[in-house]
């Protein structure tokens, strides 16, 4: 069983207390109408379902409810961070020393218009 | 009844203490501190069962968690237990226990028959056989099945309770030996929180075993005893005894499961639990399991009377029982020796039987000395006697070690110990995602690296020296102490009296008279009766990578997981194709390490605490009134109130003409109601619904679906606008959870910017809804100061007031068509709201009804059940429901999918309904519509019946269906095939069959 520092409550709680959603910054379209069919096929249907490092959603269900992404590494279940939609994930990164090219994402993401989250 | 095997002194039991129990019928007498096993071998009992296939008399064979024979049915009735081991089963006064897979009795067993066709069943018998038919197999399986196997389970309820434990320590220490004790000693030192647990009744592991093996100048046991109160003075370390630590997960999360009082006898633990399971999340582990002796894979090495020969020693030294008076030992190593010159101190009459070349050890002095014949470079080619060991022969073995040579000699014994080296009990650590390596010189896996914050210690890291063992545990005792965060201080400095290990002898078959495919049966999985020449049929039938192998000849896979087989297994088969071992690989570990009772895993959570069971407020009055019930998500629903015998069919017709007829009540309070504010709460609801809400007025509902952004319909609700800035959202008894936390994730991961509040008030209302053309009636008896007229109380508005002085808000929503009142109130006045309704309807024969009788009126006007009707590959326009997708909105979750060419194309699979032709007859749900009239192979299938109910309003059974190109075939016939492949013909009609125009909602 995994076991993570909720970024809200800042302390260790079991896996157990949360639901694991799909990939993290993955954004939805501001203006999906704009969007083309393939590009918005991509978003909902691809995921970079990576072997390695992979950027996750997780919400605590049994408790503050909130949710926060999670970096982990699916080969070996070690959770690298954990933080709030609200910080800086560039420097997360980059504090953890994660090489650019380790990072796998789905395509879309770089495609679509970013936005906070 | 005389105890012949016991030691007149020696040992860990308690001689005052006489226990009597019986096995197979007989009576015993055993002592206090012994083993079903050690008891039973006290007494000179050997045979102990038949084996699982073959059905061959078995003895026990070790002293501990790795016994593969000595499985015993323990006690009978709602206490008996199948399977347990005997070595590990604490004596207990009045115990009693049977043989297992045997009939009539141990001794004379009727499925021996398969002993003597044992050639022609070899690994894969069975499936070779019977698989090809399957016919074949369903008959015969039940009769195999019964042959093969174990113990019967009682098939009664546990009368035993379990209990459950969660904790965080800074160290977890598994095992209980000189390797563990100085781990827990020198971690406590730093201040941690440690915690030592042992799946024995006392601590000291090997130390019991070689009680007179000297450390630090004292006799092993006196050095335990020492270790334990040095132990015992430091608070912050919890020692748990008979405590198997049985799982490793990620993050340093393990489980074990501790007995806490099955060894006071069945039904004797009093308050305390049977068993507790505890679950630890440890910051640092040390692992100090020890090592398991193995096997050698001898002609008939599974005789009653062979058994490991550490176990020989464990049995005189621990439990002053000497289970054979004229006993060979044979060995490939030196730790053999130490059981003979035990043996020998206790009087029995001992020859060794070495594989190796030439002996150099310093204790082969040792035991010339005290008068035991070692016979070198030579093996056991069969072992005589039936129930009971009688003699043993031995040959020579050839330079290669491949066959044997020269004369067999007979040598006569009743006991035979055997030692084919020590595998390390890595089952945890590779549990944890621990890597192993092969060491060759030693033949053992050891551990490598680990992910986790855990570190072995001793035997189970392959550290056989006990000098070196304690030292390293010291070391390692403190470093995890420090590691989690304590205080450093030095560590404990040990010396053991060492001995040089001369190498051993690897043969991993020893050769028989013949050779090993016509010879005499060398088993390598005694629990599963796998054999050397099971593997070697694997190996030329293709099997071999391990993972096949292991489920060709079933090796490792009985209830002691091949802790005394893998390793030969693997070595035979590493052997067989010219690979070295870790080429041939091993199997992944898994937990648990050794067996556990369901019940400990279920602790509490059995019976009325199994599943979380949600009742109304008003389920009381369900009750009292024979509702029937049926689970909808987590709650318990009443279904339906039979009356005078009813059954469910002529209750549900009764209750929906009765609602139609003058007035109905349903308890509503199950729906989901989430409560949403804010200033952007409007905004909010028109991106998760297809509709618009932020232009409805305060004081007003609208009926909304919501799709998921595949643009397919996941939940469907009224929606009320409280104020300006507030809104009461209603969702599917089924969806409240996930459609709760599914705007949680929209708003906090897509719309942060948003002001929007959002709060489950499920539970916070109760809810009864009035339906048909009496319910204003009904509501004007009790409401008044809500003006009920038409005109003042529109249909889809709703208004505060007060029910028999409860405060309450009423809303004119239809989930039936009828003129309908849904009246919430606070939770706790649920009850109270439907015994005043119950009471003011009863001059309109109020009908109380179930969710089945919801579910024929809303079908009666076409209303889906989401998840019912729909199955997540439907749009709005799929069923019809182009009304409510809004045209002016720009953007909601789901819209833009509508433009995706499968979603937008012709021919989808449509929402209708279907009239039979003959009215009397009610489809079952789930049966297909297909093109033709017979449903001769192949048929196309063209959709499905998603609802069938009988309508008494309507006098004719409705259905309705997903159908190709449904909307098209309006007027037309389809054909219906049910299971039992009947055909019926139907007509493909609107999906609304009862009040088409709709005047029934105003009364």
């Not at chain 1, 069919?37 to 909902?44: A, L, S």
């Not at chain 2, 590990?88 to 009939?103: G, H, M, P, R, V």
């Not at chain 2, 390793?567 to 390490?593: C, K, Q, S």
Request: net charge positive; hydrophobic share 35%; proline share 4%.
């Amino acid at each position: 069983m995994l076991y993570v520092r909720d970024p809200y409550l800042n302390e260790m709680r079991d896996q157990t207390e949360y639901h694991i959603r799909s990939e993290a910054h993955k954004a939805r379209p501001l203006e999906p109408s704009k969007v083309s069919d393939k590009d918005w096929g991509d978003y909902i249907f691809f995921f970079a379902n990576t072997k390695g490092i992979h950027f996750e959603r997780w919400v605590n269900f049994t408790g503050h409810r909130k949710w926060f992404n999670v970096i982990r590494n699916t080969v070996t279940d070690e959770i690298l961070a954990t933080y709030r939609p609200d910080e800086d994930v560039k420097k997360i990164i980059a504090d953890l020393g994660i090489d650019k090219k380790d990072i796998k994402v789905s395509g879309v993401l770089k495609k679509l218009k970013k936005k906070s989250s | 009844m005389t105890q012949k095997n016991r030691l007149p002194k020696g040992g860990r039991i308690n001689r005052q203490k006489e226990l009597s129990f019986k096995y197979d019928g007989k009576n015993y007498i055993g002592y206090d501190g012994d083993t079903l096993a050690s008891a039973l071998l006290a007494n000179d009992v050997h045979l102990v069962g038949r084996s699982f296939k073959y059905h061959r008399p078995r003895g026990i064979m070790s002293a501990g968690v790795e016994e593969p024979n000595a499985l015993v049915q323990l006690e009978t009735g709602e206490y008996g237990e199948p399977n347990t081991r005997a070595t590990q089963l604490e004596l207990y006064n009045n115990l009693t226990a049977k043989s297992q897979n045997c009939f009539p009795s141990v001794k004379y067993d009727i499925g021996a028959f398969n002993r003597l066709i044992s050639r022609f069943i070899p690994a894969g018998f069975y499936y070779k056989t019977f698989m090809p038919n399957m016919k074949g197999w369903m008959f015969f399986e039940k009769f195999i099945r019964r042959t093969a196997g174990l113990g019967k389970s009682t098939g009664l309820p546990d009368p035993d309770h379990y209990a459950r434990k969660t904790v965080y320590c800074d160290v977890l220490v598994a095992g209980g030996g000189p390797a563990g004790l100085v781990s827990a000693l020198n971690a406590g030192k730093t201040g941690a929180r440690v915690i030592l647990m042992d799946e024995q009744n006392e601590m000291g592991g090997w130390g019991l075993t070689s009680p007179n093996m000297q450390i630090d100048g004292k006799k092993a046991i006196d050095w335990i005893s020492d270790m334990l109160s040095k132990i015992a003075k430091l608070d912050n370390v919890q020692v748990v005894p008979r405590c198997s630590v049985i799982g490793y997960f990620d993050y340093n999360f393990l489980t074990a499961v501790e007995r806490v009082t099955d060894h006071l006898g069945a039904g004797n633990g009093g308050s305390k639990p049977r068993q507790r399971f505890w679950r630890i999340r440890a910051k640092q582990v040390i692992l100090a399991q020890g090592a398991l002796e193995r096997p050698m894979l001898f002609a008939e090495n599974d005789k009653p009377g062979v058994m490991m020969s550490s176990s020989i020693r464990t049995y005189i030294n621990r439990f002053g029982v000497l289970a054979g008076d004229n006993i060979v030992i044979t060995t490939n190593n030196d730790t053999a020796y130490f059981s003979a010159l035990d043996a020998l101190n206790a009087g029995a009459k001992v020859t060794i039987i070495d594989i190796r070349k030439d002996l150099k050890s310093d204790l082969l002095e040792k035991v010339n000395e005290k008068g035991i014949t070692v016979h070198k470079n030579s093996a056991i080619v069969n072992v005589k006697g039936a129930h009971r060991v009688k003699a043993v022969e031995m040959m020579k073995l050839s330079d290669d070690g491949k066959s044997c040579i020269g004369e067999k000699r007979e040598i006569s014994c009743n006991l035979v110990g055997m030692s084919s080296g020590w595998t390390p009990t890595v089952h945890l650590y590779s549990q944890a995602r621990g890597k192993l390596k092969w060491d060759e010189q030693r033949t053992m896996f050891i551990p490598d690296s680990c992910q986790q914050n855990v570190q072995c210690v001793g035997g189970c890291n392959g550290t056989m020296d006990m000098s070196d063992t304690l030292n390293e545990s010291a070391v390692s005792g403190v470093k995890a102490g420090k590691l989690s965060g304590n205080k450093s201080v030095s560590a404990t400095k040990h010396k053991a009296v060492s001995h040089t290990e001369q190498p051993p002898r690897n043969l991993w078959i020893i050769p028989g008279e013949k050779p090993i495919t016509r010879d005499r049966k060398h088993f390598h999985d005694f629990q599963n009766d796998a054999t050397v020449t099971d593997i070697l049929l694997a190996g030329r039938e293709g099997y071999l990578s391990v993972e096949h192998l292991k489920r060709y000849t079933t090796t490792g896979m009985a209830t002691d997981q091949g802790k005394t087989s893998n390793i030969n297994a693997l070595a035979i088969m590493a052997e067989y194709r010219g690979l070295t071992i870790p080429e041939v690989g091993t199997t992944t570990f898994r937990p648990p390490y050794s067996t556990t009772t369901i019940g400990a895993i279920a602790g509490e959570a059995v019976g009325e605490l199994f599943e979380q069971d949600r009742r109304t407020p008003m389920d009381a009055w369900h009750k009292s009134h024979d509702a029937v019930y049926e689970p909808v998500g987590d709650w318990s629903r009443a279904r339906y109130y039979p009356k005078n015998g009813e059954d469910m069919y002529e209750a549900v017709q009764r209750e929906t003409l009765a609602t139609r007829t003058s007035v109905g009540v349903m308890d509503g309070s199950t729906l989901g109601k989430i409560d949403i504010r804010g200033k952007d709460a409007g905004k909010f609801l028109d991106l998760v619904y297809t509709n618009v809400f932020s232009s409805l007025k305060s004081g007003f509902c609208r009926y909304g679906l919501m799709l998921n952004e595949h643009g397919m319909v996941w939940d469907d609700g009224v929606t009320a606008r409280i104020s300006e800035n507030h809104y009461h959202m209603t969702t599917t008894t089924g969806g409240a959870g996930r459609v709760y936390e599914w705007l949680e994730e929209l708003h906090q991961t897509e719309w942060p910017e948003m002001e929007v509040f959002i709060t489950s008030v499920t539970e916070q209302y109760a809810v009864a809804t009035l339906n048909g053309p009496n319910s204003a009636k009904v509501l004007s008896k009790i409401c008044k100061d809500i003006d009920l007229d038409n005109e003042a109380f529109p249909f889809m508005t709703f208004r505060n007031g007060t029910i028999s002085g409860i405060p309450a808000t009423v809303y004119r929503i239809s989930f039936t068509g009828e003129l309908s009142y849904e009246i919430n109130v606070p939770a706790r006045y649920g009850l109270q709201l439907w015994q005043e309704i119950i009471k003011a309807g009863k001059e309109y024969d109020i009908c109380p009804y179930g969710t089945e009788t919801m579910h024929v009126l809303r079908a009666e006007k076409g209303f889906i059940i989401v998840g019912q009707d729909t199955d997540g590959t439907l749009t709005p326009m799929d069923l019809g429901m182009n009304w409510i997708v809004s045209k002016k909105k720009p953007d909601f979750i789901g819209k833009r999918s509508f433009a995706r060419i499968d979603t937008s194309r012709q021919g989808r699979k449509q929402f209708v309904g279907l009239l039979t032709d003959d009215k009397n007859i009610i489809l079952p749900e789930g049966a297909h519509i297909i093109e033709s009239k017979s449903i001769e192979p192949h048929v196309n299938m063209l959709g499905h019946v998603t609802s069938s109910y009988m309508s008494p309003n309507c006098g004719h059974s409705i259905a309705l269906a997903l159908i190709e190109d449904g909307f098209n075939l309006k007027g037309k016939k389809v054909n219906v095939a049910t299971i039992e492949g009947k055909v019926y013909s139907a007509s493909v009609v609107d999906t609304v069959f009862f009040d088409k125009e709709g005047k029934r909602i105003n009364g």
